[in-house]
Nanobody, 127 residues
Framework: QVQLSETGGGLVEPGGSLRLSCVAS??????VGWFRQVPGKEREFVAA??????????YYSDSVKGRFTMSRDNAKTTVYLEMNNLKPEDTAVYFC????????????????????WGQGTQVTVSL
């Protein structure tokens, strides 16, 4: 069993930066994704690392590419999401999600490909 816990959210002005962390306990997850959700909308893919079976390749949504960077420590216990040049439309609850093995390529961006979920951390981008 994998337990995931996100930290690092908060209030930041447009153009600012935040770094989210997702810590795994129990077991580590091979593949980890970051998703975000605003009230009344579906959970949206942000970034994911596809695990050793997927070459540990990292994928980003078009809306965050070039502004967000996902990384993971060598022990695979902590995953980070460095968010720069934040925009008001980045405001959401951010979740990390994990699974064993690597999802097939077509499912990397789909929430249903991930088994374990954290409780989420709020990111608000506003003046």
């Amino acid at each position: 069993q994998v337990q995931l816990s996100e930290t690092g959210g908060g209030l930041v002005e447009p153009g600012g930066s935040l770094r989210l962390s997702c810590v795994a306990s129990g077991r580590t997850a091979d593949s980890v994704g970051w998703f975000r959700q605003v009230p009344g909308k579906e959970r949206e893919f942000v970034a994911a690392i596809r695990g050793a079976q997927g070459g540990n390749r990292i994928y980003y949504s078009d809306s965050v590419k070039g502004r967000f960077t996902m990384s993971r420590d060598n022990a695979k216990t902590t995953v980070y999401l460095e968010m720069n040049n934040l925009k008001p439309e980045d405001t959401a609850v951010y979740f990390c999600a994990g699974r064993q093995g690597a999802p097939i390529l077509s499912m990397v961006r789909q929430p249903q490909a991930y088994t374990y979920w954290g409780q989420g951390t709020q990111v608000t981008v506003s003046l």
